[in-house]
């Protein structure tokens, strides 16, 4: 028996009024206090239990069209999570920057005299202006002074995450990601032997979940993406997930392997697939970028075969992703059962999604306002800053104020 609540089940109710009102009780969400929900794949009943509860449900279409939901998840999310961003490999001189986007927020990456990577919110302290208006550049000079620095991280296959968290220690990398970088699955993979090429991005009509969900499992592959028998047995294809990771298997044969088409991919919460970004930018929208580095004995042909049979297959995501949008907006649909195999990926992530947002609720109507971790207060308090903050808050809740009350 597939057990769901009924917040799962209710068509078009709004998110924040059920949990304001602690309405939204979700049986399929780890209530442990981590973010991981405890998962076990039962092959003798094709069920997935998370925190014992089994559940195959998707989330309600509401949540992937609610503004109240993306605010929140900015909030919860993308102001406090590690983001795998980029590879130490894009940034081959001193002052050479690249400027990024998560949910709004933006900072950018730079590579010091010492050849550390450093990162810093996007924002002149004075007036708020940015700090660069182009996508990257060459700085010989760049001082920390007025800058917002944020929480950098590089593991040991060079990839960078961060962390836009302004307090001190926020949670450590180790807590969600340990040991990724030491797979023996990516040994195969010597990153001293690869540069960066190029990058490029799609704009997709759709929430950057409807986009992750798509990622996450391979269960339409074989007619969405005629390209994929090409680098996978999809007859061989599971899913492990762990922390913030979520690892997808499926054989290459040694054929394949030869002409560089094996595939070795894992899933980063919230939003990276190793060098594939899905960046929220609204409830309804979200920017597609990718890195692709080369390998420095790859031949023209064959670089130009792998990065044009990728092209296809995201081309293909988008339009997916894009149109089941559409139906996710309309009021209609309500959610699908999911295959507990085949989509353990989408599922596992719609759960982390949930029990994170959940938690992050409570804390702030423990608090009784909105707490974002981002946020840089003067410490000072100059001119009544908490205050003034406060007084717009009250504001910002209009006429919704008593069905939004903490």
Not at 60 to 74: I, Q
Not at 249 to 260: D, I, L, S, V
Request: glycine fraction near 6%.
């Amino acid at each position: 028996m597939i057990s769901t609540s009924p917040g799962r089940m209710r068509a078009d109710t709004d998110f924040f009024r059920d949990l304001a009102k602690s309405a939204y009780l979700n049986q399929c969400t780890s209530d442990s206090g981590s973010d991981s929900p405890r998962v076990e794949f039962r092959p003798d009943s094709q069920l997935i239990t998370y925190s014992g509860v089994a559940c195959s449900r998707a989330l309600p279409a509401s949540w992937y069209r609610s503004k109240e939901v993306y605010e929140l998840e900015r909030r919860a999310i993308f102001a406090k999570k590690l983001i795998l961003t980029s590879h130490k490999l894009r940034f081959a001189e001193v002052g050479s920057w690249v400027k990024f986007e998560q949910a709004g927020f933006q900072f950018f990456l730079v590579k010091n005299k010492q050849g550390q990577i450093n990162g810093f919110y996007n924002i002149c302290r004075h007036r708020a202006f940015p700090i660069m208006t182009n996508d990257e550049g060459k700085s010989s000079i760049l001082s920390k002074k007025g800058l917002l620095p944020i929480h950098v991280h590089v593991d040991a296959k060079g990839f960078i995450w961060v962390n836009l968290d302004t307090s001190k220690t926020p949670k450590d990398w180790s807590s969600e990601f340990k040991n990724i970088d030491q797979m023996a699955r990516h040994e195969g993979f010597n990153f001293d032997d690869y540069y960066f090429d190029h990058t490029w991005g799609m704009s997709g009509d759709c929430n950057w979940k409807t986009l992750a969900d798509n990622y996450n499992e391979c269960y339409h592959c074989k007619t969405a993406h005629p390209d994929a028998a090409a680098v996978a047995d999809l007859s061989a294809y599971k899913v492990d997930t762990k922390g913030g990771n979520i690892e997808h298997f499926a054989n290459t044969n040694p054929e394949q392997e030869k002409n560089g088409l094996k595939i070795v991919s894992n899933y980063y919460f919230p939003t990276t697939c190793m060098v594939v970004s899905c960046v929220p930018t609204s409830p309804g929208h979200c920017s597609m970028e990718y890195e692709v580095y080369r390998h420095k004995n790859a031949t023209d042909e064959g670089f130009k075969t792998i990065d044009e049979m990728f092209k296809r297959i995201l081309a293909k995501d988008k339009w997916l992703c894009n149109n089941a949008q559409k139906n996710l907006i309309v009021g209609v649909f309500v959610n699908g059962e999911m295959n507990p195999k085949m989509e353990q990926g989408p599922l596992y992530f719609q759960h982390r999604v949930t029990g994170i947002l959940n938690r992050h609720h409570q804390w702030e109507k423990a608090a009784g306002k909105e707490i974002n971790p981002a946020q840089h207060v003067p410490s000072d308090g100059s001119r009544g800053t908490e205050t003034d903050i406060g007084f717009c808050s009250s504001l910002a809740c209009g006429k919704d104020a008593e069905d939004l009350a903490w």
